[in-house]
């Protein structure tokens, strides 16, 4: 049995092919998909499991990107009340005499300095013994620089 020869393109034939193949590599892709488009490998697959409260600000949010496809959606708990966590209106009503924030100064502070002081120690490398009443490092004296920092001429701490 006998081959055909293989025919080569010309010349000419093979740079006009180069060239539109040089084309689609080298024009963006929202040129070729359009305004906005967003190829389906440079999208992000999300998966949200506990979808209330935050959750659902979250998903709302991810909707409005075109990169991101959110793929399911997963929550748990049929019914909840997320009245005690809406902080912010907690705060407003607090501010506006109703009943105390249910997150209260007196314990966001201490809760904030237990934190601060696990940083000092952190940062320090070794525990600290805290004498709460004069805000000191009973074991870390030289924790003070950071402890009472200095401040700005006209500004100071009551």
Not at 9 to 22: H, K, N, T, V, Y
Not at 23 to 52: E, T, Y
Not at 80 to 102: I, M, V
């Amino acid at each position: 049995m006998m081959h055909k020869p293989v025919a080569f393109p010309s010349r000419r034939d093979f740079l006009g092919a180069s060239a539109a193949a040089a084309v689609c590599s080298i024009v963006p892709r929202h040129v070729l998909g359009g305004p906005k488009f967003v190829a389906p490998s440079d999208k992000v697959n999300v998966a949200v499991v506990g979808a209330g409260g935050q959750g659902r600000t979250n998903i709302r949010a991810l909707f409005q990107e075109a990169d991101a496809q959110v793929i399911a959606v997963a929550d748990p708990i049929a019914e909840s009340n997320l009245e005690p966590f809406y902080h912010h209106r907690d705060w407003l009503d607090a501010c506006k005499g109703a009943q105390p924030a249910s997150s209260n100064f007196e314990y966001g502070a201490q809760l904030t300095e237990l934190v601060l002081l696990g940083v000092l120690s952190l940062r320090a490398r070794r525990r600290i013994y805290w004498d709460a009443a004069n805000m000191k490092a009973r074991n870390l004296p030289e924790a003070d620089a950071l402890i009472h920092g200095t401040y700005r001429d006209g500004w100071k701490i009551a």
